[in-house]
């Protein structure tokens, strides 16, 4: 993707020059600089403390090394919070929003305008809601007494966040998402040559044997762009602790809850920074692993 | 007309209807709720009233609260639009030494370091600068986190403007200024409006980073304030809540409405495999 677009032998169409280039990104460089790389380069340094929101340590933090890492791979509510963490991204995200989504653009495809419309429209609708309004819905349909699922399934005692909470968050994050993974299907899609499609169809080749034999190979670039969004999006959405804060009792603690909980309510900065450490080291290997299966397949 | 085919029909528009379902049926409450004499947690036919718009105008926070929404979402979209479109216009146009490592970068980074990962830095930060409460310095923090992803969409768009435009400017004698405004932005327009409306709908809707930065209600956001109302004495305040929740929502609506019509919610090419 970086280097797509080769420069031809015009080398500069605009008659910038190198300098005034250089002053147009500048801007940009250094706002990206303050605010999200030296964040991420600090978490280095604040990780290797025992630095607290108040407290002695507040003010003279003090420098532990590799200590704080060590515990929380040690500390069960790590533990448990990282497998939570990859359940929700399993289920919710590359199962989930990825087979749904890729359905809607399969199925809508030769659907009557109007109902395509109106399908789009409702997950789109799903998608752009600010996040808190969002998680008034949900309260709305999983709440306890007057939830609209306990009236439908004639259960109205379950308090469906509290005794189900991981499934109720995955099963949220599917309606939450599917909005992305539909939308690039639906323009990977449009790309399968139809002749192909025609093709299947007279050979008399199944929705499935279609779907695995013609179209997959067309858009399997596409589905690991897509998996590797969405999986990225869904392990550092912070929407759940709006749901269910972590609970009850830490399960549905995943991890940007927990390193909040640990930050801002135990004040364990130092602590919640190891951790976030973690984190961004899983989304760079995630995010690395896919950059070189995108250059093998190019 | 075989009745395998028929079948088929059949089963298409039941799963047809489930998904239309489970994706409508939690937002009825936001056309329920905030009309409803006893409005609550749950669905129902309303028994129909104002009296909670007006009780919501009446609340002391909520409409400020919706114009700091406005003011952090405006500096932070157009910072992002102003910036990502300065930087991708260079990018796009001039081999700068390093180029493609720097977008290398940039593309890592816009999806490795995410808000959540880098909270406690940049809540550590913007302590030590007495920059917490502040809403400019929150917009920033918004600002740099969409910077990356948005120089990216937005090079992929100013890549597909031809060359020639620029060129046959340049014969006639515009600068590089004119270029910009006058060729460029007018022929890369859909993708700046995208990126000025993804920039919108994501700072409008931003709860995370507003939740940390501005502890102070006078300041905060509607997102902020909405969760205040839920969590404020134990008990959610439901009169307020739902026709609050709406009228924060009817923005990003809009948007969405204006956008579907004037170019049609679809990538443009914008996500290459």
């Given at each position: 993707?970086?280097?797509?677009?080769?420069?031809?032998?015009?080398?500069?169409?605009?008659?910038?020059?190198?300098?005034?280039?250089?002053?147009?990104?500048?801007?940009?460089?250094?706002?990206?600089?303050?605010?999200?790389?030296?964040?991420?380069?600090?978490?280095?340094?604040?990780?290797?403390?025992?630095?607290?929101?108040?407290?002695?340590?507040?003010?003279?933090?003090?420098?532990?090394?590799?200590?704080?890492?060590?515990?929380?791979?040690q500390d069960p509510l790590f533990t448990n919070s990282v497998w939570l963490t990859a359940l929700f991204v399993l289920f919710s995200a590359v199962i989930g929003q990825n087979v749904l989504g890729f359905a809607l653009a399969w199925l809508l495809r030769s659907a009557s305008q109007w109902l395509r419309r109106t399908v789009e429209g409702l997950v789109l609708l799903s998608w752009?809601?600010?996040?808190?309004?969002?998680?008034?819905?949900?309260?709305?349909?999983?709440?306890?007494?007057?939830?609209?699922?306990?009236?439908?399934?004639?259960?109205?005692?379950?308090?469906?966040?509290?005794?189900?909470?991981?499934?109720?968050?995955?099963?949220?994050?599917?309606?939450?998402?599917?909005?992305?993974?539909?939308?690039?299907y639906t323009s990977a899609l449009a790309a399968v040559p139809p002749s192909q499609l025609e093709t299947a169809r007279l050979v008399g080749a199944s929705g499935w044997q279609t779907v695995r034999d013609v179209v997959f190979p067309h858009i399997r670039g596409h589905v690991l762009t897509n998996t590797l969004l969405i999986s990225l999006w869904t392990a550092n959405d912070f929407t759940p602790f709006l749901l269910t804060s972590g609970g009850p009792n830490h399960q549905s603690e995943v991890l940007p809850v927990l390193i909040y909980r640990q930050a801002l309510?135990?004040?364990?900065?130092?602590?919640?920074?190891?951790?976030?450490?973690?984190?961004?080291?899983?989304?760079?290997?995630?995010?690395?692993?896919?950059l070189r299966l995108l250059r093998r397949r190019a | 007309m075989s009745p395998l085919w028929i079948?088929?029909?059949?089963?298409?528009?039941?799963?047809?209807?489930?998904?239309?379902?489970?994706?409508?049926?939690?937002m009825l409450w936001l056309a329920s709720a905030p009309f409803d004499s006893k409005p609550g947690l749950g669905l129902r036919w309303p028994d129909w009233t104002l009296s909670n718009v007006s009780a919501t105008f009446d609340h002391p926070y909520?409409?400020?609260?919706?114009?700091?929404?406005?003011?952090?979402?405006?500096?932070?979209?157009?910072?992002?639009?102003?910036?990502?479109?300065?930087?991708?216009?260079?990018?796009?146009?001039?081999?700068?030494p390093g180029r493609?490592?720097?977008?290398?970068?940039?593309?890592?980074?816009?999806?490795?370091?995410?808000g959540t990962a880098a909270m406690v830095p940049i809540f550590v930060m913007m302590l030590q600068l007495g920059l917490i409460?502040?809403?400019?310095?929150?917009a920033l923090v918004i600002a740099g986190g969409m910077l990356p992803a948005a120089i990216f969409i937005l090079k992929d768009f100013m890549d597909a403007v031809p060359r020639s435009y620029e060129e046959s400017a340049r014969v006639f004698g515009a600068s590089p200024w004119q270029v910009l405004g006058h060729v460029m932005l007018p022929v890369a327009r859909p993708g700046v409006a995208t990126i000025f409306v993804w920039a919108f709908v994501n700072a409008w809707g931003n709860f995370l980073l507003p939740f940390l930065l501005l502890r102070d209600v006078g300041q905060q956001p509607a997102a902020v304030l909405l969760r205040t109302l839920y969590d404020e004495g134990g008990s959610a305040n439901l009169t307020v809540i739902p026709v609050f929740s709406l009228l924060y929502s009817i923005p990003v609506v809009v948007l969405y409405l204006f956008v579907n019509k004037r170019y049609g919610f679809r990538f443009h090419g914008g996500i290459k495999s």
């Open positions: 993707m970086a280097s797509s677009v080769p420069d031809s032998s015009g080398l500069d169409s605009s008659g910038l020059g190198v300098r005034r280039a250089v002053g147009f990104v500048a801007p940009a460089l250094v706002l990206i600089g303050i605010f999200l790389v030296f964040p991420a380069l600090w978490t280095l340094y604040i990780g290797i403390t025992n630095y607290q929101l108040t407290g002695p340590a507040a003010a003279n933090p003090r420098v532990v090394g590799l200590d704080n890492v060590l515990e929380a791979v752009i809601l600010p996040s808190t309004v969002v998680a008034f819905l949900w309260f709305a349909v999983l709440s306890r007494d007057t939830g609209t699922l306990g009236l439908l399934l004639g259960s109205p005692e379950t308090s469906w966040l509290v005794q189900y909470p991981m499934i109720s968050l995955i099963i949220f994050n599917i309606w939450r998402g599917t909005a992305f993974s539909m939308l690039l309510e135990s004040g364990q900065l130092g602590y919640a920074s190891a951790m976030s450490l973690l984190l961004l080291i899983g989304n760079l290997a995630v995010a690395l692993v896919y | 079948l088929r029909r059949i089963g298409f528009y039941v799963l047809i209807t489930v998904v239309l379902a489970f994706f409508a049926v939690p909520t409409l400020s609260s919706l114009v700091n929404s406005l003011i952090l979402c405006a500096i932070a979209t157009v910072v992002t639009t102003v910036l990502a479109a300065l930087a991708a216009y260079a990018l796009s146009r001039v081999r700068i493609d490592l720097l977008l290398y970068l940039l593309l890592l980074l816009s999806s490795v370091v995410t409460n502040s809403q400019f310095g929150t």
